[in-house]
């Protein structure tokens, strides 16, 4: 068989060993060292000798030390909650529209995962803090549960992320470039999301009343609680991308400060910071696991050059750049049915990226075309935390709504889905979307 078929075999078998369970970072592992004995002969001793270094060449990396840190400042933020006084701020502003207190919790999940990087996280802390006023002020189930599952989408998208930073170790990329690539994008699904509820409302009126008027004392006075949460965005990203610190160290001071924030204005204690410490340790075990399987697998495709050959088949082919993004992109929603986002990320960058790299789109440069396509992969993935049939967001909002049936909530999602495909057009045509801000303050 060619490298190309072998490739594809081993990327069958991984599939199928998805659908009966097996854990994403098991079972590429498991494919990755069978893969890698068969092209070696059968010979198990390359392997062996591979395996030696595996684990020390990728958890040595300093840049990973990013990643822990990253998830030790959620962890902060959710337990001293922060996640209220984002939701509140931005409430007392919007809350007394038509749609409002909806468009308050697309807010603050926005606020929130500028804090946080995990839309999982985001999504679990927001639906905890939004969902009981949402129903208060009697929104309906589909828009109340809609609105959020699509909102933690934005954990993700909005700097810091941790899908980006494995794909800047996976490609060699600038964390700093990608952060701040990601935050015009990210701000755009916010308002867009917001437009949405707008449109929601305006076809189906009684689905969110407007909420009490909130006096300018108290706007004021929740505007200056959340001051110090947008101080800990800005430092680290401007720390990041003004080079004044390195990721990890930008990653750090954040973690310090929401550590202390969450003390003196979210009354954590003790026990909320063992709690962080050990879900830090939880998330960081697993996402490290995900990565060795990553590792064992992609040293497999490797070996059978099966990337390298699929690329030079691909620009061989006469088809359109533009042609195969949009393939790429739709095999990206197709994967989002069967795994997490960080999953598809480790998988397929090392077979897309080279691909990518080898086409030309609007005679971008290397490193345009590598911040561009980390940022467009990064949207379409984040789909897949919405879109049925799996959707983990929907099915977290959902199982805080136990009164709301689960296909209202993928109803109510659809709206926002088709906010995110509009947007995703946008910036496939439109790259200087994602670019703009990485020309403008280049260090």
Known sequence: MSGIEIGFLMFGVMLALLVVRIPIGIAMFGVGAAGYVYLSGGDIGPLLATLKNLAYARLSNYDLLVIPLFLLMGQFATHGGLSNALFRCVSAFMGHMKGGVAMAAVGACAGFGAI????????????????????????????????????????????????????????????????????????????????????????????????????????????????????????????????????????????????????????????????????????????????????????????SQMPAELATWVQGCGLSPILVMIMILVIYVFLGCVMDSLSMILLTIPIFYPIVMKLNYWNMDATDKSVWFGILALMVVEIGLVHPPVGMNVFIINRLAKDVPLTDTFKGVMPFLASDFIRIGFLLFFPVISLYLVHTFQP
């Open 116 to 303: 946080c990087g995990s839309s999982l996280a985001t999504a679990a802390t927001m639906g905890q803090v939004a969902l009981p006023e949402l129903r208060r002020y009697g929104y309906s189930g589909a828009l109340a549960t809609g609105c959020l599952a699509a909102g933690g989408t934005l954990g993700i998208m909005i700097p810091p992320s941790v899908p980006l930073v494995i794909y800047a170790i996976l490609t060699q990329e600038s964390i700093g470039k990608l952060f701040m690539a990601a935050i015009l994008p990210g701000i755009i699904a916010m308002f867009g999301y917001m437009i949405v509820i707008r449109l929601y409302i305006a076809v189906i009126p009684n689905s969110g009343p407007a909420g009490p008027k909130v006096p300018w004392s108290e706007k004021l006075r929740s505007l200056f609680l959340v001051s110090p949460v947008v101080m800990v965005f800005v430092v680290v990203i401007v720390g990041i991308y003004g080079g004044w610190t390195n990721p990890t160290e930008a990653a750090a001071i954040g973690a310090a400060a929401c550590g202390i924030l969450a003390v003196l204005t979210g009354g954590m204690r003790w026990k909320g910071v063992v709690e962080s410490a050990v879900g830090t340790a939880q998330s960081s075990a697993m996402i490290f696991l995900v990565l060795l399987g990553a590792d064992m697998l992609n040293t497999g495709l490797a070996v």
